[in-house]
């Protein structure tokens, strides 16, 4: 863990800037979820957005378990160095539950595809991407199952006609690999490499 410090804003441009290193057109096809953990994460996201629905501001979460018996943990991007225990105590957490299944989601902001380009030219004019008016408002979502890992995106909307309500679009999912997710703000969280015993 680094022993610099860094200011809130600091914190969540650092942590929007690995989010935005990933590249998931790069990746592959958009997936389909396996059954039955598609429903479970569907539950999942419609608990974030009926949150979004009713204007309350969404904070970095974890959610682990298994068997329909499924915890959330609140993550700080106060720093780099408080979400890193954030993710820490997830971990022994999920550990010691046996989870089989993480989900864990970040919001941030990005910029459109066709404005990535200019991504050097925007920051220097606005100070980062997330205080460009071009840029638009995701979750980052990371699935940790035995045997596959999986990053995905989803876009925020105003749910008109209040700015303060937000509603999720449609979720895109991404099989990936144990680099890539060792690479996002949260790490691999100690599913995907469990034994699995028949």
């Given at each position: 863990m680094s022993n610099t410090q860094t200011t809130p804003s600091t914190a969540s441009d650092a942590i929007q800037r690995k989010i935005y290193r990933l590249k998931f057109e790069k990746i592959g096809s958009e997936v389909n979820l396996p059954t039955p953990h598609r429903e479970t994460v569907n539950v999942l996201l419609?608990?974030?957005?009926?949150?979004l629905e009713e204007g309350c501001k969404l904070v970095p979460l974890i959610f682990h378990g298994k068997d329909n018996d499924f915890r959330m943990i609140?993550?700080?991007?106060?720093?780099?160095?408080?979400?890193?225990?954030?993710?820490?105590?997830?971990?022994?957490?999920?550990r010691e539950m046996a989870s089989d299944l993480v989900l864990s989601v970040m919001p941030c902001k990005v910029l459109p595809q066709k404005d990535r380009a200019k991504e050097k030219e925007l920051v220097a004019k606005y100070g980062s991407i997330s205080q460009c008016p071009k840029s638009m408002e995701i979750l980052y979502l990371q699935l940790e199952i035995k045997g596959a890992l999986y990053i995905g995106n989803v876009t925020v909307l105003?749910?008109?006609?209040?700015?303060?309500?937000?509603?999720?679009?449609?979720?895109?999912?991404?099989?990936?690999?144990?680099?890539?997710?060792?690479?996002s703000p949260f790490g691999a969280l100690g599913v995907f490499d469990q034994p699995t015993f028949h």
């Amino acid at each position: 863990m680094s022993n610099t410090q860094t200011t809130p804003s600091t914190a969540s441009d650092a942590i929007q800037r690995k989010i935005y290193r990933l590249k998931f057109e790069k990746i592959g096809s958009e997936v389909n979820l396996p059954t039955p953990h598609r429903e479970t994460v569907n539950v999942l996201l419609q608990g974030i957005n009926n949150i979004l629905e009713e204007g309350c501001k969404l904070v970095p979460l974890i959610f682990h378990g298994k068997d329909n018996d499924f915890r959330m943990i609140g993550c700080s991007m106060n720093s780099l160095e408080t979400l890193e225990g954030s993710v820490a105590y997830a971990r022994s957490r999920v550990r010691e539950m046996a989870s089989d299944l993480v989900l864990s989601v970040m919001p941030c902001k990005v910029l459109p595809q066709k404005d990535r380009a200019k991504e050097k030219e925007l920051v220097a004019k606005y100070g980062s991407i997330s205080q460009c008016p071009k840029s638009m408002e995701i979750l980052y979502l990371q699935l940790e199952i035995k045997g596959a890992l999986y990053i995905g995106n989803v876009t925020v909307l105003n749910h008109i006609p209040s700015e303060n309500r937000k509603q999720l679009a449609e979720v895109s999912w991404y099989q990936t690999t144990l680099d890539e997710i060792e690479a996002s703000p949260f790490g691999a969280l100690g599913v995907f490499d469990q034994p699995t015993f028949h």
